[in-house]
Structure formats: C-alpha cells, structure tokens
T-cell receptor
C-alpha cells in the first residue's frame, strides 16, 4: 500500500476553513484516497473518499491533485466539534477491506 | 444507521487472565475487523473475518485469537493477558468482500492489564 504523510498537528480558527494536506507520492492507479477522523474516546468515522476527481459531501470536500500525489481535505466552516485526529489512507481497490491507519493530523479548532 | 457495539468501554484485567472482547454489528455486514490503537502507532490490524467461521491474521496477531460463530458477532480473545496488551481495542465492520467500501467503527474498549 502507498504510504501517506500528514503533518502531526494543525490549528484552525472556528468558522474558518480547515485545509488538511496529505502526501501520497507513491500512489498507484488503482488506489483510492480515504479520509477518516477520530474524535477523542470514539472510534474512527468515515468522512469521504475519491479516486481522481474532486469530491464533496455534507461533511467535507476532497481535492486530489492532477498527478494524484497529494490531496487536501477541506472542512469549509470548522466548528469546535471538528477537533479530532484526521487520517488520510490510501487503499487499493481489490485487496479485501483492510485499512492501514497512520498517526494522522491532530486538528484543534480554536474558539 | 449502521451500529457497531462493543461489550465494554473500559475493562481492567490481571496478567494471565483470559479476556473476551465482544463486538456486534446490526447491518448484516460480511466483514469484521479488530484493531488496537496505541499512542504514536496509530491503528494496527489484529485479525479480520470476511465470513462466518473465517478468519485472517492482520499485522499483529500474536497473543490474540478470534471467533466468528455468527455473522453479526466477532470476538477477540486474549488467551493469557499481558501488560503489553494494555491498549484501546476497536472493532469495525464493512459490507462486501471486495470493492470500495468504508468501515464502520465501534466506540472502542480501553483495556488495562495490571
């Protein structure tokens, strides 16, 4: 599986957009980019995933660069409840359902 | 909504005890997973199962076993608990054996072995 690199921590002001980067320079053509988050003392929660096109849902937007070597998760209007660890995961399409979580980015939303 | 429940949120056991961690999902998912989470190491896969009575080793199966007698239930067993198994244990489930599907996680069980 392609490895991912994320900054260990970030701060964001409440109400502003939070932009969380992820580098996955060794990604291969059949690998998707997934984002999960984990709020303290809870299990991880799925946010969004994509292959090469940008994606948006009710929680966030995912921007994948044209060469697919990096991506950015955007929380458009961060709230205090978005304080969590965010995991970027790159996963092949057809290798069962294993997800390899790294150590993620700890996002703190500041009032 | 998918619901994944774990039998305990907090558990304290003594070294050498046999420990059972139970996980139940209510969405008829084929796949179920057990992870442990430790500071600085992220989530690591212990075992997973893609069908009843089927199991596959993950990255760190040593010291653990699993049981899947019914589709909705996946148990993690520590045959003889040791202090290095103190950790947060997370169960997850997902539909389908292949394809692009997200996993749904339970709330976790924080196990302390003294």
């Amino acid at each position: 599986d392609a490895k991912t690199t994320q900054p260990p921590s970030m701060d964001c002001a409440e109400g502003r957009a939070a932009n969380l980067p992820c580098n996955h320079s060794t990604i291969s053509g059949n690998e998707y980019v997934y984002w999960y988050r984990q709020i303290h003392s809870q299990g991880p929660q799925y946010i969004i995933h994509g292959l090469k096109n940008n994606e948006t849902n009710e929680m966030a937007s995912l921007i994948i660069t044209e060469d697919r070597k990096s991506s950015t998760l955007i929380l458009p209007h961060a709230t205090l409840r978005d304080t969590a660890v965010y995991y970027c995961i790159v996963r092949p399409m057809n290798t069962g359902n294993q997800f390899y979580f790294g150590t993620g980015t700890s996002l703190t939303v500041i009032p | 909504d998918v619901k994944v429940t774990q039998s305990s949120r907090y558990l304290v056991k003594r070294t050498g005890e046999k420990v059972f961690l139970e996980c139940v999902q209510d969405m008829d998912h084929e796949n179920m997973f057990w992870y442990r989470q430790d500071p600085g190491l992220g989530l690591r896969l212990i075992y997973f199962s893609y069908d009843v009575k089927m199991k596959e080793k993950g990255d760190i199966p040593e010291g653990y076993s699993v049981s899947r007698e019914k589709k909705e239930r996946f148990s993690l067993i520590l045959e003889s608990a040791s202090t290095n198994q103190t950790s947060m244990y997370l169960c997850a489930s997902s539909p389908e054996s292949i394809g692009v599907r997200e996993q749904y996680f339970g709330p976790g069980t924080r196990l302390t072995v003294t």
